[in-house]
């Protein structure tokens, strides 16, 4: 099941510092974990896709980012429409984030950023709880082709702090050229009594640099396949 809504809560992008792909716009789709850019302020971000499988499809992951100040973002996700075989449909949940840049290290290679995000059950019944998730965000850049984006998070406790879930991924990326890029990684969510993980592979295409389109496949835990596609579009 798709890993962002259900149970990570996220679905992003990876940044190369110092490659041509950097110069374009840096969302936070595809790939299992938040890069660390921030949008700048007075520019707005609309990112959206769908995961689709045999018998479930996820559509429109619909996320939209605007900067509020130098190094700090917000991002309000709107949700999706859940379509299951025998199910009715449902609505994903809505949420709040917020991205703060802690800034470059090690001659610019290392960038990391701060991360929140609050589901916002008000919006929806089938969502009960402000469940909350802190994440550390980390892009690496190995040479002019090579990147990698990781974080590493808790959260998600309804019963007192000691009752939540770490997250992590590793998503190694490469430019294949000016436009494209590609990205494999894993993700896992997991305690001391569950674990949910996935596999991914994609690629990325700017049509120019503020219009970024998305395509790839995430191999779940649950033995399902998804197709996923996407958009991002700088305003």
């Known amino acids: 099941m798709n890993n962002r809504l259900v149970t990570l809560l996220v679905i992003a992008a990876f940044i190369f510092s110092g490659s041509a792909i950097a110069q374009n716009i840096s969302a936070d789709r595809p790939g299992a974990g ?4 921030t949008v700048p302020s007075k520019t707005v971000y609309l990112e959206s ?4 499988s045999s018998d479930f499809s996820d559509i429109g992951q619909l996320f939209l980012r605007t900067g509020l100040a130098d ?7 709107v949700g999706s429409l859940f379509f299951a075989n025998g199910a009715d449909t449902r609505v994903g949940v809505q949420s709040l984030a917020f991205k703060y840049s802690l800034g470059s290290f090690q001659e610019d290679k290392l960038n990391l950023s701060l991360f929140s995000r609050t589901n916002l059950p008000f919006f929806n019944d089938d969502y009960e709880y402000y469940l909350t ?3 550390i965000l980390a892009d690496y850049s190995i040479n ?3 990147g990698i984006n990781s974080n590493f998070g808790y959260g998600d406790f309804i019963d007192g702090i000691e009752n939540g879930s770490f997250n992590f991924n ?5 430019s294949v050229n000016e436009n494209t890029a590609g990205y494999f990684g894993y993700a896992v969510t997991f305690d001391e009594n569950f674990s949910s993980d996935l596999i991914e592979v994609g690629m990325v295409h700017f049509l120019n640099p503020s219009f970024q389109l998305d395509a790839g496949f995430i191999y779940s835990d649950g033995d399902d396949l998804y197709l996923t596609i996407g958009i991002a579009k700088r305003f």
């Open 34 to 37: 938040y890069g660390t850019f």
């Open 49 to 52: 896709g769908a995961s689709i």
């Open 71 to 77: 190094k700090f973002e917000a991002q309000l996700g």
């Open 133 to 135: 998730r802190f994440m």
């Open 144 to 146: 002019e082709s090579w």
């Open 170 to 174: 590793i998503t190694p990326g490469f």
